[in-house]
Every structure is written in C-alpha cells, then in structure tokens.
C-alpha cells in the first residue's frame, strides 16, 4: 500500500536570498530565509501541487535545523525520516547574489554540513516502500556517507517497485573531480526510470565537454530507464521515452527576477503531472511554467506555484 506519491532523499538546507537587488554582495545587507536544497526544494513544490510526500535527510540540532522541518511540515511533508544529526555538523548554507535578472550567483557554505552526514542505517525500507516514487539528487552523491545512503536508498526502491526518479542537480561544489561526478551519477542514472538535468548536468554525467541528446538517450536506455529529461534554458526542454518518442517544451515567458530556483520547480510540477495521468507533452509544459514562475519571485521553496497559478500561465501563454 502505498502512502506517499513521492519520497525525496538528500539536501535541505538554508537559503539565504539578497533583498536588495541589482547589485553586488559586497553591498547587499540583508538576506531574507528560506528553506533550500533540491530535493526539499522538488518535495515543497510537489507537495503544495497536492501531492502526498516524504523526506528522508539529515539536519542539524539547532535553530535553522527546527527551521528546516517546521516550514516542511508547515507545507504538509511528513518529516518523521528527517535524522538529527549529534555531532555538531550544521546546515548548509547559500547565500544568493542578485546582480541583475541573467546575473545571479550563489555563495555556498558547504563544509562539513549536516546533509552529507546521512548514513545508511539511517535509511529505512519499510518507508521506502510506500512511496510510488523516490526522487534523488546528485548532490547527495558527493561524499560518504551519504552516497552511501543514497545508494541504499535507490537499491531498496528497486526492490519494492518503486519509482527512482534522479534529477541531476549538480553543483561544483563538495565534488573532488569531474571522473568522480561521472562515476556515480553513471551509477544512479542507470539504475533510475525518469532522469532529469540540463544538458550541462548530462555532460558532467558522461563526463564530456560537448555532449549531444541522440547519444545521451542512446547510452541511458541500455539500461533501467524509461524517460529522459533535458532540459535547454529558454531553447525548452526535450522527453524521450524507451519506445523512441520524442517531446519538445516550449519555455514560457515570465518577468526574471532571478536564475535560481527554476530546475526544482520544474521537476516538482513535472513529476506532480505524470502522477496526475498527464501526457508528456503537458509534463513538460507544466514544468516550463512552474520554473517561469518561480524565476520571477524572491525565494525558491517559497515562490513554488499552485495548480491554478501553473495552470493560469499555461493558458495565458497557449495562443
């Protein structure tokens, strides 16, 4: 029996996002908080769509660890597999830098954090089990344990016929190489049945410079999955699918605030989609304009869309 439509696994963290726009950190002074990290972020989004779901992740016994599960629970995620960590290791931070719409960057606080602490034991199969889909993300792969976890994680959803949906989710950052990224995102990718990224994330995947869908899709279906996601900035995004169907989206128009925030919205409403018997087609479009959204307010986790204000933009745009 299952309970939850989706279980994500790995990041959550704080998002501290510059008030002041247009113009540097040097002179920005205030920050306003959130809760950040992809799979929180894809978990937040798909549960304020209505879809019923879990987290499994590792925060920290303090003040922005509370934080971290209140606003989670707040928004209706069952946050009984979140683990305290004991050791002192805190929550990651990102502090974001809104220079103009097409210039933002983020400054991450990523050493010895909390999430990456996540151990395997702290996995539980009986929870696993009733989730029609785990979402994992490559940042939860950077360093033991929590690769480990993550590993676990995917091979105890395997078992029980569940879902392993990867989103990509790559970030510089705690990575020690580019052949280290490729060897456990190859890992994961082959053992999921939906995988998501920009085309960028797929390169570091196959670790090449110039990487092309034909060869992506050509390389990922000799194995489990069944749907490719990439994902080309405003050029939209393409599906491909085992049986050689191709799906173009197109990306909508929004007024850009900000670059970050838009990979997490689009997979929450892509995901929430396909769990609600939508085609593909309409997938993709629902993440292109849940990340449109998201795009043109301050926060990520906090600016994720309803059905009806997705579903607004679609028609507004549809001519």
């Not at 590993?151 to 510089?172: H, Q, T």
């Not at 670059?259 to 929430?272: K, Q, R, V, W």
Request: hydrophobic residues 35%.
């Amino acid at each position: 029996m299952t309970t939850y439509d989706l279980i994500a696994v790995g990041r959550a963290c704080i998002d501290l996002n510059a008030v002041e726009y247009n113009r540097p950190m040097e002179e920005t002074e205030t920050f306003s908080k959130y809760v950040g990290g992809s799979p929180a972020n894809i978990a937040i989004g798909a549960s304020k769509l209505g879809l019923s779901c879990g987290f499994i992740g590792k925060i920290p016994d303090d003040q922005h660890g509370r934080f971290i599960s209140n606003y989670m629970s707040e928004v209706g995620i069952d946050t009984s597999q979140m683990a305290i960590d004991k050791d002192g290791h805190k929550s990651g931070l990102a502090f974001t830098e809104i220079l103009s719409p097409s210039e933002c960057s983020i400054l991450m606080y990523r050493d010895d954090v909390a999430d990456l602490y996540l151990e395997p034991s702290e996995v539980d199969e009986e929870y696993i089990k009733q989730a029609k889909m785990l979402v994992v993300s490559g940042t939860g792969l950077a360093q033991s344990p929590s690769r480990e976890a993550v590993l676990k994680s995917v091979a105890l959803a395997r078992k029980n016929n569940v879902k392993v949906v990867f989103e990509l989710d790559y970030r510089p950052y705690t990575w020690k190489n580019a052949e280290e990224v490729s060897v456990y995102y190859s890992i994961v990718a082959e053992q999921s049945d939906v995988v998501i990224g920009t085309r960028d994330e797929f390169n570091m995947l196959e670790n090449v410079t110039e990487g092309n869908n034909d060869k992506t899709v050509a390389y990922l279906f000799q194995h489990e999955p069944e749907l490719i996601v990439i994902k080309h900035g405003v050029e939209g995004s393409y599906a491909y699918t085992k049986e050689g169907e191709t799906f173009r989206g197109k990306a909508y128009k929004s007024n850009v605030l900000k670059t970050f925030g838009a990979g997490d919205s689009y997979a929450a409403a892509f995901l929430y989609a396909l769990t609600k018997g939508k085609t593909i087609q309409e997938a993709l479009q629902y993440g292109s304009a849940s990340a449109a959204i998201v795009v043109s307010k301050h926060s990520s986790s906090e600016a994720m869309p309803t059905v009806e204000q997705i579903e607004a933009l679609m028609e507004e745009q549809s001519n």
